[in-house]
């Protein structure tokens, strides 16, 4: 079953508790079914007139008895059962993070894509086990005994009931299972496709307004959701009639109880007081079988959410595949002076055909700062992850003072850090921001960076200074501020080797020249490599590196390019429109 490493492990985990459900579930049942019996007795032989209420005196306990069980029962199961089920949830999100995380770097999963793993598909793997495994075991298991129980009082009857229960308990689950599936299968896939329509409007709201093209994403989104919309209606419909299809199935028990017990009744072979007591067992009886039918109705709904699940997990094993085939290795080099060589390096992505990169070979050493320039697509932040051993080449290596990057991976953090264009900012404190980096820094080493980056008066001025809540990604202060924020906590992290990967994106043109002044200032002793797609401050670079498809389209120093490369030339004098005239 290839399903079975996200069902079996947990089952075999918490077998105990698995078991205790069951048994509470179906004292419960048995609780509410005991009522129900003792109940239509007390009343048939109340109706008789006993001479004394001695004689009908034990039923009446046995009525409080099981009513007072009944709800003690159902108490613990839903106590136990909801402990068990968050037990599984919160295990299978930390897997499924850990299987996330590793891909982002490796894969081109979407934003709405892994939200929909994460919320929808992990809650719907939350009801398999709660609404559909242990339901249906359980009914399985009080399907026998009260065929069992019944056989007690009459063989006949046993098995009379026994094929209304067999319709509720196997043939309606398996049609409804086999009529629905495909609607089932497409519900789900369309609210994934919706989740993912929703993230990216969210995301992109800003290029939609400005675009002018919201009423076209709102007509999609639409179109999406009244779709799913009917897929929705037409499952309800369906559960309509098969909840009355249900009914009537047990309305004939009950009237062929009432006759076959009138029979009984008639042969002498069944007391009269017994008759109202075996229809009333009837109604928690049906009750705890009729929702099996909607519970294997939703297998193709969990079967999708397992794939996309399960898809994650085939990428993951992928991914770690090729770095079980490559050794793991302490650092041996210097810490303070790292030599960073590429080697013929090539790579593609698992799912494509063309390479990103292809044949790269340059050296960075120490101190020395480099440029990458390109258009959207042609490379650059692929290099980057090769360089940080995220992506190991297809071809090639990439080493850091002679030791591949790939096996000593470990202590890559160490060596490089990473100033993006859109550093994430925790909801949490400023100095707790910072001091991801580096735990071990000083309340005067935090308020020392910040001083570098001129964060220090504007933190400090705020009203619990740097306790104050930075906000959902930082949203408490400006880009610019979030990006000197972002490059503190890499002074923090005191690696030889910064990567900018477009760190001035987005911001304007003030804010971009006051940060690059910022980073070339603090970052003076440090590796540069910086990748970019335009010019703004490339004269206070040693190379730059010009990727198109790929390869390495024009190489040289700032001044070298701009005596002798055309294209180059143009390029500078877009970025500087007023130096060109």
Known sequence: ????????????????????????????????????????????????????????YVPIVLVRTFGLSRAAFRYAERLVSHDFILRILAKMRTRLYHLIEPLVATSRYRTGDVLAVLAEDIESLQDLFLRTILPTISAVILYVISIVALGFFSLKFACLIAIYLFLLVVVMPLFSLWHMKAANQRYKSSKAQ??????????????WV????????????????????????????????????????????????????????????????FIAAFILVVFPLSEALLPVSNAVEKIPQFEESLNRVQEME???????EKKKHTLSLPYKGSWDSVSLKVEHVSFRYSNEEESVIHDLSFQVEQGKKIAILGKSGAGKSTLLKLLQGSLLPTEGTVQLNGQSVAEVREDVPKLISVLNQNPYLFNTSVANNLLLANEEATKEEVIEAMKQVNMHSLVKGLHQGYQTSMLETGQRFSGGERQRIALARVLLQRTPIVMLDEPTAGLDTVTEKSLLSTIFETLHDKT????????????????????QDGKIAIRGTHEELLATNSHYQKLYELDHPVKSL
Not at 194 to 204: I, N, P, R, S
Not at 528 to 547: P, Q, S
Request: include cysteine; hydrophobic fraction near 45%.
């Open 528 to 547: 540069l490599i910086w990748v970019t797609h335009n010019l703004v401050g490339m004269e206070k670079m040693d190379e730059i590196l010009f990727l």
């Open 194 to 207: 919706l989740y993912a329509k929703v993230t990216d409007g969210f995301l992109g709201v800003a290029d």
């Open 314 to 320: 085939n990428n993951w094993e992928s991914v770690n």
């Open 210 to 273: 400005l675009s002018g093209q919201q009423q076209s994403f709102f007509h999609s989104y639409n179109k999406t959701e009244d779709e799913l919309d009917r897929m929705d209606r037409k499952l309800k419909l369906w559960t309509y009639y098969r909840e009355l299809i249900g009914q009537f199935i047990v309305a004939g028990l009950i009237v062929t109880m009432i006759w076959f017990g009138a029979s009984l009744f008639a042969d002498k072979e069944l007391a009269g007081v």
């Open 1 to 56: 079953m290839k399903y079975k490493s996200w069902i079996w492990p947990y089952f075999k985990t918490y077998k105990y508790r698995i078991f205790s459900i069951l048994l509470l579930s179906l004292l419960t049942i048995g609780s509410a079914c005991a009522l129900m019996f003792t109940s239509g007795y007390l009343i048939s032989a109340s109706s008789l007139r006993p001479e004394t209420i001695l004689l009908v």
